[in-house]
T-cell receptor
Framework: KQEVTQIPAALSVPEGENLVLNCSFTDSAIYNLQWFRQDPGKGLTSLLLIQSSQREQTSGRLNASLDKSSGRSTLYIAASQPGDSATYLCAVPAYGGSQGNLIFGKGTKLSVKP | DGGITQSPKYLFRKEGQNVTLSCEQNLNHDAMYWYRQDPGQGLRLIYYSQIVNDFQKGDIAEGYSVSREKKESFPLTVTSAQKNPTAFYLC???????????FGEGSWLTVV
């Protein structure tokens, strides 16, 4: 059964630092991986989706990479800002499920200090 | 604006009661989903529906029920059989041939 793990569970950094969030999955037979942002008490917002044929995706200061063979993905945030403070979750599709049938990690709670 | 509306935002349930969480979308999406999130945890799938009048159980369907009578609506009932219902509930939707998933703002359910 697919399992998704995110390390670290929490991270606190000073403003301006570059940082990396990690996501690992046990079954490499995925066709994409998504990174989401969740603000406290709110729903999820999709940040980046990487197809299995891609190695990375970029959006502004965010860059996500995918290494299927090793079962890993990273989310790189450049020049972090206090507004980046949120929980970041990664998710992969459940095998045989519909597009929104996702398996999530527990998330990394990021705090960026001014 | 197009999106997903969940209501109520906060709901309190007494022991033995059934409660229903509302989810409405105006995105014209075919598929809708209900997820549960416990504090410090990832999301777990309760039920999903890919088409009107059809739905499938997710990983933690016991103690929950759903209906899909209209394309835009996918209500979730938390029954008295759900022994630990206190959680944050998220509704989502997707369109066919698209990997983009949209989430509502969530509903907090607390047992009192």
């Amino acid at each position: 059964k697919q399992e998704v793990t995110q390390i670290p569970a929490a991270l606190s950094v000073p403003e301006g630092e570059n940082l990396v969030l990690n996501c690992s999955f046990t079954d490499s037979a995925i066709y994409n991986l998504q990174w989401f942002r969740q603000d406290p008490g709110k729903g999820l917002t999709s940040l980046l989706l990487i197809q299995s044929s891609q190695r990375e995706q970029t959006s502004g200061r965010l860059n996500a990479s995918l290494d299927k063979s090793s079962g890993r993905s990273t989310l790189y945030i450049a020049a972090s800002q206090p507004g980046d403070s949120a929980t970041y979750l990664c998710a992969v599709p459940a095998y045989g499920g519909s597009q929104g049938n996702l398996i999530f990690g527990k998330g990394t709670k990021l705090s960026v200090k001014p | 604006d197009g999106g997903i509306t969940q209501s109520p935002k906060y709901l309190f349930r007494k022991e033995g009661q059934n409660v229903t969480l509302s989810c409405e979308q105006n995105l014209n999406h075919d598929a809708m989903y209900w997820y549960r999130q416990d504090p410090g945890q990832g999301l777990r799938l309760i039920y999903y529906s890919q088409i009107v009048n059809d739905f499938q159980k997710g990983d933690i369907a016991e103690g929950y029920s759903v209906s899909r009578e209209k394309k835009e609506s996918f209500p979730l009932t938390v029954t008295s059989a759900q022994k630990n219902p206190t959680a944050f509930y998220l509704c989502a939707s997707t369109q066919d041939n698209s990997n983009t998933i949209y989430f509502g703002e969530g509903s907090w359910l607390t047992v009192v």
